[in-house]
């Protein structure tokens, strides 16, 4: 009987370095995250499509929240735009502006200082 071919780079894959998971094949040393490419093994793996993933990268391939790369997530920010000053509900306010949440609320709308609070 001949041996298997690993799923990752077709060579031939004999028994003792052998991983079945999955329905295929790999060398041990092929068996790796379809993201970012970190080396797998049966108690560090997640798979989604029968694809192997590292336990990082599954939500992102469940989500479908695209490839990532060091510029971000694919269709989202680059990393250093998240929570800036600019996205903040209280953007505004040292200039004069109203600031707070858009629907309302707060301190004029009888916060804190006007007693709306009970405890």
Known sequence: MANPKCKACGKTVYPTEKVFVLDSNY???CFKCATCGMTLNLK?????NKTPYCKAHMLV???G?????????EGGPPP???NTPAMSEYA???DGG???YAEGGGYAE???EEGGYQY
């Open 110 to 112: 009888g916060g804190y």
């Open 98 to 100: 109203e600031g707070g």
């Open 92 to 94: 505004g306010v040292a």
């Open 61 to 63: 391939a469940k989500t």
């Open 80 to 82: 250093g735009d998240y």
């Open 27 to 29: 060398h041990k040393f």
């Open 44 to 48: 560090n793996f997640e798979s989604f």
């Open 65 to 73: 929240g695209g490839v990532q790369t060091q510029a971000g997530a």
